[in-house]
């Protein structure tokens, strides 16, 4: 059974889940293709693990509609679950168990066919074969990440959600576990992967941009700075500080980042912003450069618009 | 095909369980633990040799034999007397208030009769609440009686005193028609301590995965309500079972409890009762939204059984409501079926009338946790 469009592996209308009176995930709509990697930003509290869990079926949501891998979303997620890898945001496989009683248990819960071979070369490829009878408990934050995503990988799920599997995790761990993730996606593997940091956002295929659990804007990277229509200056020179505090007053100015000792000054109208640095391009000391956007300026500027509206919804 | 029971399935969860049950330190000290202190607790109560305890004497019979009682009874450590002419009236509102917990009433003309030959009845009536104290008192009262009774039977009527059983002894048991004995407790005790151990250790079960945050992984996966709580049930079986044989050492080598009926049924009527207490702390556990509350619902249920099974209380000496409530409890059917199988040699046929409440307990209770079961985390 398969709905019309197969090139989605994911496509969700209208997913609304509230908690109380909090609306915690407010009309989401996500569409994410087969085989790409699709990363879930947004702020702690956005509602990224609340809408990954209505996407395999831990949550029921209150409103909306769609499926996951040609299944329906409500009524089939039994389907979803055998087909679907979950890697939660914190450690939820049993630190009381080893490792390979870990993997030995999923394996048997989704009657996998030669169990023993499959946790054998699991444990092989994760480099643990000789650790293998360690609890799982007594690993490093790393080690747990790449043991649940072994597990997660263990009955060869057609779509990897990825709940923030790189928080704690050291720089050159976190390169790795990416190196892994383009190598599942390569092999026909959907990867949708939620994190806060933004040089993870630059390396995925497409991403959804989540606050206050209002999608905010989705799209590829390239495609999220064009239509941001933001415009970036970095300026060199002077006494940065005062530097910072004088461009902030200007009305033009959105943000002003410092960077080492550069500041970044980027705004939604470009000509507005180059009017008003006008006399500050002609200071000798100064030395203005036109930048590039970057993802974290759109999502800062992304983030303040649904601030300035959920006050604005508060206040009313 | 998905949403059909799988023994592989249930195999895994098992495993994974027994595993985890093998590991947690607390489970073995409960295990064995609450065993052998609630033994050693009560068996300590059934076992020590209480004195001084408070008695009441009602003299009808002014004579000598009653004088030589009283002192051979004041000598003795083991009664205290607080009353030694005492009124009847007012003697058996002591016994009532508990005020004393013996009154023994030496009737009117008694020695006389005696002497006559005409095996004349000492009244002796007991606060048998406490039962063992019972049978000690009048372990220690009948010689006591003999001995005073030589002193009168001189002479012509020495060969009386010898005689077999020149008196009676009528005995009362008050407040515990059923005379609970030694023999009544130890069984009994296995039945409390399993009831308190297997809900206790599985109330605890599903909201420990909640707590632990491995619930939702447990949910992403493809397991069945019924798997999950099945597999959560089976390893403690092992669990009550290790507890048991315990229970039977203690009660064959330290109190000396025969068992009369088979041991293979019994231990057959035991599975049933370790199923309904698993099952009651699995139910518990998937309707508790925490560990604290689990752990309410099993004190919560542990109290009425205590209470109303008969196993504090005489269950025939309970108002008519405590009774319908106490025919639902598990412990209820089991004490019946332990003592039964233990002192009285139970077969199949007598123990059916206890078992298959048992089992419908059961089914009931497990529907029930099934259905509260949350298959997500909303
Ligand atoms: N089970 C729950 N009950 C009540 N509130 C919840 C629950 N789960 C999440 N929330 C709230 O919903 C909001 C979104 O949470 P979450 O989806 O975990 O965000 P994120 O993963 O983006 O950090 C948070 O404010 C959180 O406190
Ligand atoms: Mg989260």
Redesign the interface.
Known sequence: MSTANDSWAIEVKGLSKSFGAKRVVDQLDLQVRRGEIFGFLGPNGSGKTTSI?ML?????PDAGRGQCLGYDILSDS??I??E?G?M?Q????????SIR?NL???A????MPRQRTVVDEALRELGLSDRQKQLAGSLSGGWKQRMALAACLLHRPKLLLLDEPTAGVDPSARRDFWAEIHRLAASGITVLVSTHYMDEAERCHRLAYLAYGKLLAQGSPTELVTTSGLSTWTVIGGDIDRLQHELLQLSASEQVVPFGNSLHVSSADGAELERQLQSYFERPDLRWTRDQVRLEDVFIHLMRGAADNYAEGAAR | MIGRFSFARLGAMVRKEFIQVRRDRLTFAMMIGIPVVQLALFGFAINSDPKHLPTAVVVEDHSAFSRSLLASMQASDYFDLVETHARIDAAQGMLRDGDVQFLLTIPTDFARTLVRGERPALLLEADASDPAATSNALAVLDPLVRSAMTAELRGPLASLATASAPFEWNVHRLYNPEGITQYNIVPGLMGVILTMTMIIMTALGVTREIERGTMENLLAMPVRPLEVLIGKILPYVLVGYVQVLVILLASHYVFAVPIVGSLAWLVICVLVFIVANLTVGITFSSIARNQTQAMQMGFFFFLPTILLSGFMFPFRGMPHWAQMLGEILPLTHFLRLVRGIMLKGYGVAESWPNLWPLMVFTAVVLAIGLKRYRQTLD
């Open positions: 869990r395999c079926g831990l949550l029921t039994a389907r679950k055998r679907v979950y939660t914190r450690f939820s496989f049993y630190e009381d168990l009683e030995e248990f999923v048997a819960v989704y009657r």
